[in-house]
């Protein structure tokens, strides 16, 4: 067990809707990671906040969106979802801001009819 | 962009036997990072090498990063069936984004 839990583990969903994808981190972790995995693009970064602030921004859309709350969990958005967005996303945490050992969570498995 | 390439991409090996994982970037490296993922769960960390020449070693795996910083290799002896796994190196890059490798799909048949 990672400590890192993710809700909700599935998501199936239409075209067109808004999804919110939840993360709460390992207890004492700062910085939170979110990633999307899919079968063609391998894993790729997404987006990482350090203490409520966002720190480093990577390949994520706009019609994506994300933030952490002073409580540390951060939720993921995802609006105007298209078939492409089916993918796992993952949420990783960790200590510190400078990419640390990061402790990933179980995923959220995203499909979109 | 960065890249970190990993070969070879899928390795089939026979319980017992020994193995190695490369892990090669385009730029230097100034960390990297060895995780394991069982198919369609989180990732495992594994071990994290920081400066040239560092090897670490976590029961029968074992890490290394070169001198030139521009590749790693993780090295298994003794595979199990519990080995089995896509093992997958990370590194930051420049602009404080992690990324990580093609990966490599470890199958071991008992």
């Known amino acids: 067990d990672s400590g890192v839990t993710q809700t909700p583990k599935h998501l199936i969903t239409a075209t067109g809707q808004r999804v919110t994808l939840r993360c709460s981190p390992r207890s004492g972790d700062l910085s939170v990671y979110w990633y999307q995995q899919s079968l063609d693009q391998g894993l790729q970064f997404l987006i990482q906040?350090?203490?409520?602030?966002?720190?480093a921004k990577g390949n994520i859309l706009e019609r994506f969106s994300a933030q952490q709350f002073p409580d540390l969990h951060s939720e993921l958005n995802l609006s105007s979802l298209e078939l492409g967005d089916s993918a796992l996303y993952f949420c990783a945490s960790s200590v510190g801001s400078n990419n640390q050992p990061q402790h990933f969570g179980d995923g959220t498995r995203l499909s979109i009819l | 962009s960065q890249e970190l390439e990993q070969s070879p991409q899928s390795l089939i090996v026979q319980e017992g036997k020994n193995l190695t994982i490369n892990c090669t970037s385009s730029k230097t490296l100034y960390g990297l990072y060895w995780y394991k993922q069982k198919y369609g769960e989180g990732l495992i960390f594994l071990m994290m090498l920081q400066k040239g020449g560092e090897e670490k070693s976590h029961e029968k795996i074992t890490a290394k990063l070169d001198e030139k910083k521009q590749q790693s290799s993780l090295h298994i002896t003794a595979s199990q069936p519990s080995h089995a796994g896509i093992y997958l190196c990370?590194?930051?890059?420049?602009?404080?984004?992690?990324?990580f490798g093609t990966g490599t799909s470890l199958t071991v048949i008992p």
């Open positions: 990370g590194a930051t890059n420049t602009g404080n984004q992690f990324y």
């Open positions: 906040y350090y203490n409520g602030e966002e720190r």
